[in-house]
């Protein structure tokens, strides 16, 4: 069965850097776009980035553009979230997500079919 697995995770000072892994198998990964999304308590589940299934195409949400960096290694398997500049309003809960339709990019939770469990990110002030 799919599996996806976030890592890396964890607190950090505002200003500081995390770099987020996803580990998928059960899926012929380098087929599939991927996604970053994440929620903060008490608000909905909102899209980050996004990746093509080559890497050669990447979006990103507004709030996040200029200091997020979604990337890839098909080699392995695993999507990656390079996070700079991190801010208190960047605390929540990251999801990785597949889909199937590898070519383009984006941005609706419900176009993506698998889920992982989330890792906790929380940047304090």
């Known amino acids: 069965q799919v599996q996806l697995v976030e890592s890396g995770g964890g607190l950090v000072q505002a200003g500081g850097s995390l770099r987020l892994s996803c580990a998928a198998s059960?899926?012929?990964?380098?087929?599939?776009?991927m996604g970053w999304f994440r929620q903060a308590p008490g608000k909905e589940r909102e899209f980050v980035a996004a990746?093509?299934?080559?890497?050669?195409?990447?979006t990103y949400a507004d709030s996040v553009r200029g200091r997020f960096t979604i990337s890839r290694d098909n080699a392995r398997n695993t999507v990656y979230l390079q996070m700079n500049s991190l801010k208190p309003e960047d605390t929540a809960v990251y999801y990785c997500?597949?889909?199937?339709?590898?070519?383009?990019?984006?941005?609706?939770?419900?176009?993506?079919?698998?889920w992982g469990q989330g890792t906790q990110v929380t940047v304090s002030s």
């Open positions: 997500a597949a889909r199937r339709s590898g070519t383009t990019v984006v941005q609706t939770i419900t176009q993506y079919g698998y």
């Open positions: 059960g899926l012929a990964f380098s087929t599939y776009g």
């Open positions: 990746i093509s299934y080559t890497g050669g195409t990447t």
